[in-house]
């Protein structure tokens, strides 16, 4: 079987699904996918236009349908789908309606097995009551905590005759390796979808399954915990806030100088209003790259200035952030070296060495904790947990990614009302 490319349209809106399912026709994409956020969001009428739109391309209809399979099947048959795809979690007799129904009005059953933990006895089952397709699939939030397809693939090649497909985070780096080991159908999404030039990308995808070679994708790649520092670099306080709902930014907590962005692991100071010597002693502990949060409790009488700034810089820290106050803003402000504090002031205190190094904080109505990642721009400051940064990395460059393409749309004629639908997703009272 020659593999296939499947565009999978995990959108929400109808207008953006046919616009992006047409570039990347263009592109060479096989197989159309209503996703199944795009299903829930405009009903069996997407399926009738999808269908209407691109009648001679297979129609995959992603219902994750887990009971009521013969009504489900028929429902997404009647509206034009092809392909109607089924949670493998279901019940035997789910199946089997399904395929029943799916027999009766001329649609095929792929079995997705998210969710399945013994994917091979699965499998196994699954082909005795004669489905059509297997899929392997890694969902988004998967994704998001570093899960791959590729990672139970091969033992499922080796276990079926029927034809696979893999789904979960695919681009044209790691399309080629799921096709060496055995993927038949290649379910791509958000690296078409959120493409700045979708025809390109997918023209680029096409070509990598062809050639069975990686190509170097043209957005933003997925980070193990090795390269963490490297993904928070690339995205912005306001994209991290967004990939942990909303949450992580402290509270006026703002820069003192323009342009910069801060990523580092915190080293954390507590310290009283005025006592300096707790966060110049942090200096000194910290090692470089290392962001020193000091919580000061929004203390007014300065614990920082020139000489530390200087103290800091010359050790190669990345950064400094005080829940508290800064002096010599005159002289810090010519220094390439980014500070974020919540007051200014000329009045300093003194040494007095009252306070820790390395316990949990508060700064900014955030809690720190050293180790936690530290990024700070010109919209303020975030801390993201360390036990989640990887995901949370993942979900922001996500978001930025998202994005990107919206503002592509924007300046190809759009407007952010029209391209997102406001109307549609306000609330409707009374």
């Known amino acids: 079987m020659k593999p296939i490319l499947q565009l999978a349209l995990d959108l929400l809106n109808a207008d953006r699904a046919l616009g992006i399912a047409e570039a990347s026709i263009k592109g060479g994409a096989d197989w159309i996918e209503a ?25 995959v209809v992603d219902m994750k349908t887990m009971d ?43 079995v997705d097995l998210i969710g399945i933990k013994d994917k091979v006895k699965r499998a196994k089952e699954l082909e005795k009551l004669g489905i059509d397709y297997l ?47 055995g993927a038949n159908i290649i379910i791509v999404g958000g690296a078409i979808t959120k493409a700045k030039d979708i025809t390109k990308a997918t023209k680029q995808i096409k070509k990598a399954i062809s050639e069975k070679q990686s190509i170097a994708t043209t957005l933003y790649k997925k980070y193990d915990k090795t390269k963490l520092k490297e993904a928070l670099s690339l995205v912005s306080t306001p994209n991290i806030s967004d990939g942990m709902h909303k949450k992580g930014a402290m509270q006026n907590i703002r820069p003192i100088k323009l342009g910069f962005h801060m990523v580092g692991r915190a080293l954390t100071v507590q310290t009283l209003d005025g006592d300096w010597a707790k966060p110049i002693e942090a200096i000194d502990k910290a090692d470089k790259d ?89 919209s303020g400051v975030v801390v993201v947990p360390q036990e989640t940064a990887q995901e949370i990395a993942n979900r922001a460059l996500d978001v930025k990614e998202h994005e990107d393409r919206i503002r592509e749309e924007i300046k190809s004629g759009g407007s952010l009302g029209n391209v997102l639908k406001l109307k549609k997703w306000e609330k409707k009272v009374g």
């Open 135 to 181: 899929c392997m699939h890694v969902g988004i939030d998967e994704q998001m905590i570093g899960k791959k397809p590729i990672d139970a693939l091969s033992s499922l090649v080796n276990t079926t005759d029927i034809p696979i497909a893999v789904a979960g985070g695919l681009n044209s780096e790691t399309v080629a390796d799921v096709i060496k080991a």
């Open 290 to 378: 290392t962001v020193i949060v000091v919580d000061v409790n929004g203390g007014k009488t300065a614990i920082w200035g020139e000489l530390a700034t200087w103290s800091a810089k010359i050790k190669g820290l990345a950064g400094v952030v005080i829940d508290g106050t800064v002096r010599d803003l005159d002289d810090i402000i010519k220094m390439d070296f980014p500070i974020f504090c919540r007051y200014i002031s000329s009045n300093a205190g003194e040494p007095k060495g009252f306070g820790e190094i390395g316990a949990e904080i508060t700064c900014g109505n955030q809690t720190v904790q050293t180790g936690d990642w530290i990024i700070g721009d010109d």
């Open 68 to 110: 009521t399979g013969a009504l489900e099947t028929e429902m997404a048959a009647k509206a034009g789908a092809d392909i109607i795809c089924i949670l493998a979690v279901s019940d035997d007799s789910t199946i089997v309606a399904a395929l029943k129904s799916g027999r009766k009005y001329g649609s095929k059953i792929m």
């Open 35 to 59: 996703g199944t956020p795009l299903i829930k969001s405009e009903g069996m009428e997407i399926i009738r236009k999808l269908k209407q739109t691109f009648p001679e391309k297979t129609l």
